[in-house]
């Protein structure tokens, strides 16, 4: 069965940087459409980016687009999001997930995503 691991959050100042990184085992990400997605203290679980299984088609909320960076190497079963100009309203637990289908509508609705990681959390804080 396929198992997702998170790592890279941290507590970063407004303006910063952090590279969130998601490994996966027990299968290959190859085969599978990635996504992010953050839960903030009191809020739902919303989408932030995803990207397709050749990496060809990705997609952002609007909160962060032109700040965040989705990518994916298949040979390294990973996936990356790279995340710049972080804001106070990016805190949050940041969880990455599988499911098969496209994106090419947008990021699905979490229920649509069958494998998720346990999520790292994510301080934009001064």
């Known amino acids: 069965q396929l198992q997702l691991v998170e790592s890279g959050g941290g507590l970063v100042q407004p303006g910063g940087s952090l590279t969130l990184s998601c490994a996966a085992s027990g299968s290959t990400l190859g085969f599978y459409t990635i996504g992010w997605f953050r839960q903030a203290p009191g809020k739902e679980r919303e989408g932030v980016s995803c990207?397709?299984?050749?990496?060809?088609?990705?997609n952002y909320v609007d909160s962060v687009k032109g700040r965040f960076t989705i990518s994916r190497d298949n040979a390294k079963n990973m996936v990356s999001l790279q995340m710049n100009s972080l804001k106070p309203e990016d805190t949050g637990i940041y969880f990455c997930a599988v499911r098969w289908g496209t994106n090419a509508g947008g990021c699905p609705a979490p229920s649509q995503w069958t494998y998720w990681g346990q999520g790292t959390q994510v301080t934009v804080s001064s």
């Open positions: 990207i397709n299984l050749s990496g060809g088609t990705t």
